[in-house]
């Protein structure tokens, strides 16, 4: 299978990426942090992306067009539903959520900004959207990087040059609110949560 290369400048970019996600296939594409690979999130796509991304089958993260989108999950937030809609709409801010019973958990950001805004919007969509490398391997800051890790397993890339943006920030929400992993927007993620009582998510 032969891959195609856009730049992200390219007036048909949205088309091409587009046309490859509504089949199915995953792309290669900036997001509003780093590369990640893009693609559906339903049953045939996942499989694919677990077998050229993450054998190991761990959660990918899912992007979504907008809040709303949330409730395609089935997750029960009650009492949570303002912290959690507020960290959302801050930038480059990714949110871990577990179902009732706590046996199962995803991740969410709703991207606020660039290209990866304008494809979810079109595709009215939740995409699923690792980082653009092999498991194990670091991520992709250039499409040169990206096509050496996944060659033809993904049928588009495009270009948006060197990222090296920060990773999001990850913030783990159950009983108790844990930041994961401190990366974009950190200082308002941290000033959020100085206000948020924690004993509204008691063990």
Avoid: W
Avoid at 26 to 41: E, K, M
Avoid at 44 to 56: D, M, N, T, V
Wanted: glycine share 4%; net charge neutral; proline share 8%.
């Amino acid at each position: 299978m032969a891959f195609g290369i856009k730049s992200i400048t390219d007036e048909d970019v949205l088309e091409h990426a587009l046309s490859v996600l509504q089949n199915n296939m995953p792309i290669c594409a900036p997001t509003d942090t780093i590369y990640g690979v893009l693609a559906p999130d339903n049953k045939e796509a996942l499989e694919y992306l677990h077998k050229i991304r993450r054998p190991s089958k761990k959660p990918f993260l899912r992007l979504l067009p907008d809040l709303s989108y949330l409730e395609h999950y089935g997750l029960e937030l009650g009492q949570k539903s303002p912290i959690v809609l507020e960290l959302l709409k801050i930038e480059g801010v990714s949110i871990i959520l577990f179902n009732e019973t706590k046996d199962f958990s995803l991740g969410f950001r709703v991207p606020q900004k660039g290209f990866i805004k304008v494809l979810l919007k079109a595709l009215k969509k939740p995409l699923l959207a690792p980082s653009c490398n092999k498991e194990g391997e670091p991520p992709a800051i250039c499409i040169e990087q990206a096509i050496s890790y996944f060659k033809d397993q993904i049928p588009l890339y495009i270009d948006s040059g060197i990222l090296k943006s920060p990773p999001s920030t990850i913030v783990e929400i159950s009983d108790k609110i844990n930041i994961v992993r401190e990366g974009a927007s950190i200082d308002n993620v941290k000033e959020i949560l100085s206000k948020t009582d924690f004993r509204r998510y008691p063990d």
